[in-house]
């Protein structure tokens, strides 16, 4: 990918969610970049919240980040179900945990 095609501050990862067969944008790069500030949040905001249900709860990290994806994959969540999976696969990098389960 050419310099001119780069998008700053938002992962490959993130970014290959919204590209067509051919390696192109299929939005717009102002909406890529709320789509990618909306999950990045959401992987960050979750953290307690699987910390809790690992510690407090006795639940192994595999158990945690499953219950994740699937909160995160209902309708009602407001997500596409690729979201999902990059926001629960973001939170196991933060959390240092391993993903997916072997």
Do not use: K, N
């Not at 590209?19 to 944008?25: E, F, N, S, V």
């Not at 909406?31 to 249900?53: F, G, K, N, S, W």
């Amino acid at each position: 990918m050419d310099a001119q095609h780069q998008l700053p501050y938002i992962p490959d990862s993130f970014a290959e969610l919204y590209r067509g067969q051919r390696g192109r944008l299929m939005v717009l790069v102002e909406e890529l970049r709320q789509r990618y500030d909306l999950c990045e949040d959401l992987a960050q905001q979750i953290v307690p919240t699987a910390q809790a249900l690992h510690h407090d709860d006795g639940l192994t990290e595999a158990d945690v980040l499953l219950r994740m994806q699937q909160a995160l994959g209902h309708a009602d969540a407001g997500l596409r179900e690729d979201e999902a999976g990059w926001i629960v696969t973001r939170l196991a990098e933060l959390l240092r945990w391993s993903w997916p389960p072997a």
